[in-house]
C-alpha cells in the first residue's frame, strides 16, 4: 500500500505516543482538537471488568446495524461487562458525524454503525464541523454486500441492471428536454456515493457531469422517488425492498452483483474513548462479534428481523426486511432470487474483519472523486485508523477458530463486475486505468 503521489502529505505519526497523530488537513496547521473529551459518570469497575460500564452508540436504521441491536436486545453488552451501552437512532449520517464530533462527554455518541470512509473523513477533518481533526478507529466491518441500486418504474423499459450503459439514451433525451437526472445517495464520499459512481462511469455514465449526484438520508429514500425528487438511489436495506414492495420502483442490481463480499458499513468509536478504555472497547467489540455470528445463522433471521423491525429501531414492517435478509430477492422486475450468494453477509467469509486492503480501495475511490487530496499517504493513514489488531483480540478471547482469523491485513487483489481489478500493492495502476474520474 505506496504513496499515491511524491508529494508531501497532510498527516504524520507522532514519536511521542504510540496511535497518536498530527493532522495537518488542507494546509490547517492548527491541529488542536475543539471537540469535547469523551467522559462517562459510572464508576470504574476494579479487577478485570471494563474500565467503564457504559457507552453511547449510534445507529442509522439500515439492516446492516443489527449487529449492535442485536447485541443490546440479547445481553450480549452486558454479557460482557457493559451494562450501560445505549443504542441511539441517528436520523442521518450528518448527524452521526455531529454526535460523533461532540463525544458523549458533549452530548453526543463515543462510536457508531458509520459508513466506513467516515471514520477516515472524521481522522483527517475535512467532514467536521470544526475542520478540525477528531481521531477515529475502525474496530470491525459490520458486513458485507446488501445494498442496491434502485430505479423509478418510469425507466423499467430500460432494461438497466448492473450495466449502467442502457440510461444513456435516457439522459440524452431528459437532456434534450433541459433535464438532469437525480440520482441518490447518503454521504458524499461514503459507500453509497461510492457504488454510485462506480456503477454510473463503468458504464461510460460521468456523475460529475451527466447527472446530479443527491445526498437523502436513507430512511427518505422511497418517500423522495415516490414524488419525483429523484430517478435513482443507492442504500442498504430495507429500503430497496420496500420500494419494490410499494411498486414504486425496481432494484436494477445489488451492489454484491459488481463487486462480490465488497466491504460496507463499520463499528467505529473514537480514538480517545478506545485509547482512555481499552478493556471496556474490547467487552463492546466481542459483544458486536458475537451478534454478528448469531445474526449470520439462519435460523435467527426471523427473530432478527422481527426484533430490528419494532418501532424503538427501524419502525418498519417486517415483511420489508425479512426476505432480503435471507438471501431472497424479488427485484420488481420479475427476476427473483433465492438463497442469492451475493447477499449481506454479517461473519460468513470473514465479513467482520476489517481488512486493510479495503480501506485503501474505500480512500482510492475517495482520492477519484476528488474528497480527499491525492498526495493522502493513504498507508500511514489506514495504520492509524483501522485497528484490525484489537478485532484479532476480541476474536480470540471469544475463542473465534483460527481458520475464521485472517492472517494478512490484505484480501488480496480485487475484481470488479466489469473486469477492472485492484491490487492494493498498486492502488495507483489502478486509478491511472479508470477512464472517468474527477482526480
Known amino acids: 500500500m505506496s504513496k499515491l503521489s511524491r508529494r ?24 488542536t482538537q475543539t471537540t469535547a473529551p469523551t467522559t462517562t459518570t459510572a464508576p470504574t469497575p476494579t479487577g478485570d471488568g471494563p474500565e467503564v460500564t457504559t457507552a453511547k452508540l449510534g445507529f442509522i436504521a439500515l439492516t446492516d446495524s443489527a449487529p449492535l441491536i442485536i447485541a443490546k436486545e440479547k445481553g450480549l453488552f452486558d454479557k460482557y461487562g457493559m451494562t450501560g ?21 458533549g452530548g453526543g455518541i463515543d462510536g457508531a454503525h458509520i459508513l466506513s470512509p467516515m471514520p477516515y473523513f472524521m481522522t483527517l477533518g475535512t467532514i467536521t464541523k470544526t475542520k478540525q481533526p477528531v481521531p477515529m478507529y475502525i474496530l470491525a466491518r459490520l458486513n458485507v454486500n446488501g445494498q442496491a441500486i434502485s430505479v423509478s418504474n418510469t425507466y423499467k423499459d430500460s432494461k438497466v441492471n448492473v450495466d449502467s450503459s442502457p440510461i444513456k439514451d435516457v439522459l440524452t433525451k431528459a437532456k434534450a ?92 468509536l473514537r480514538k480517545d474513548w478506545v485509547d482512555a478504555n481499552p478493556k471496556a472497547a474490547k467487552a463492546l467489540l466481542m459483544a458486536v462479534l458475537e451478534a454478528q455470528q448469531w445474526c449470520d445463522k439462519p435460523e435467527n433471521i426471523d427473530e432478527m428481523c422481527q426484533i430490528v423491525s419494532q418501532d424503538k429501531w427501524f419502525k418498519v414492517p417486517v415483511a420489508d426486511i425479512v426476505e432480503r435478509s435471507k438471501g431472497n430477492i424479488d427485484f420488481g422486475t420479475g427476476r427473483t432470487e433465492q438463497n442469492f450468494a451475493n447477499s449481506m453477509k454479517f461473519w460468513k467469509n470473514n465479513a ?33 485508523v483501522n485497528r484490525e489488531d484489537l478485532w484479532k483480540e476480541a476474536a480470540k478471547a471469544l475463542k473465534v477458530a483460527d481458520a475464521e482469523i485472517p492472517t494478512s491485513t490484505s484480501r488480496g487483489v480485487e475484481t470488479f463486475f466489469d473486469g477492472v481489478k485492484f491490487d492494493p500493492e498498486n492502488p495507483k495502476a489502478y486509478l491511472d486505468s479508470l477512464k472517468i474520474k474527477k482526480a
Open 177 to 268: 428536454s433541459g433535464k438532469q437526472l437525480s440520482c441518490a445517495m447518503t454521504f458524499p464520499g461514503g459507500t453509497h456515493d461510492l457504488w454510485m459512481r462506480y456503477w454510473l462511469a463503468a458504464g461510460g455514465i460521468d456523475p460529475n457531469n451527466d447527472v446530479s449526484v443527491i445526498p437523502v438520508p436513507p430512511p427518505q429514500m422511497v418517500a423522495n422517488m415516490k414524488v419525483g425528487n429523484m430517478e435513482a438511489f443507492c442504500v442498504g436495506e430495507p429500503w430497496n425492498a420496500q420500494l419494490v414492495n410499494q411498486k414504486a420502483g425496481f432494484t436494477a442490481f445489488v451492489t454484491g452483483e459488481m463487486w462480490k463480499d465488497h466491504p460496507e458499513k463499520a463499528l467505529s
Open 8 to 31: 508531501k502529505f497532510i498527516l504524520t505519526a507522532s514519536a511521542a505516543a504510540a496511535g497518536t497523530m498530527i493532522i495537518n488537513a488542507c494546509g490547517n496547521g492548527n491541529n
Open 85 to 105: 451501552v445505549e443504542v441511539l437512532k441517528q436520523a442521518s449520517w450528518p448527524v452521526t458525524r455531529d454526535n460523533l464530533e461532540l463525544g458523549s462527554g
Open 352 to 384: 467482520s474483519y476489517p481488512f486493510k486492503s479495503h480501506d485503501l480501495w474505500f480512500l482510492t475511490e475517495n482520492i477519484r472523486w476528488g474528497y480527499i487530496p491525492a498526495d493522502t499517504d493513504t498507508k500511514t493513514l489506514i495504520d492509524a
